[in-house]
Nanobody, 123 residues
């Protein structure tokens, strides 16, 4: 069974940092591009970052450049999202998912979503 499981969220003060993880199972993880997305209360799910299956390239939503870092360790079947200088507006549920087309980051194109992890940033 193909599964993605995000973890690492929590309550953090503004200005702090968090490291989110996404555990993959049931497939050859290095064959798949993975994206991180987030959904704030009452809002649509938005793209955050994507990384190729090989880990060779990655990119971010324009508004999030500089504070977010996506990475992966295919030997461990793990993906990561580091978030620095957290802001209250970063409060959301964060999800990882398969991106069939690396350059198409629309949430509607994601093939399989993992269970999300809640990030709450207090001011």
């Amino acid at each position: 069974e193909v599964q993605l499981q995000a973890s690492g969220g929590g309550l953090v003060q503004a200005g702090g940092s968090l490291s989110l993880s996404c555990a993959a199972s049931g497939f050859t993880v290095d064959d798949y591009n993975i994206g991180w997305f987030r959904q704030a209360p009452g809002k649509e799910r938005d793209f955050v970052a994507a990384i190729r299956g090989s880990g060779s390239t990655s990119y971010y939503a324009d508004s999030l450049q500089g504070r977010f870092t996506i990475s992966r360790d295919n030997t461990k079947k793990m993906l990561y999202l580091e978030i620095h200088s957290l802001k209250p507006e970063d409060t959301a549920i964060y999800y990882c998912g398969f991106l069939p087309n690396y350059n198409d980051n629309r949430p509607s194109t994601v093939v399989s979503w993992g269970q999300g992890t809640q990030v709450t940033v207090s001011s």
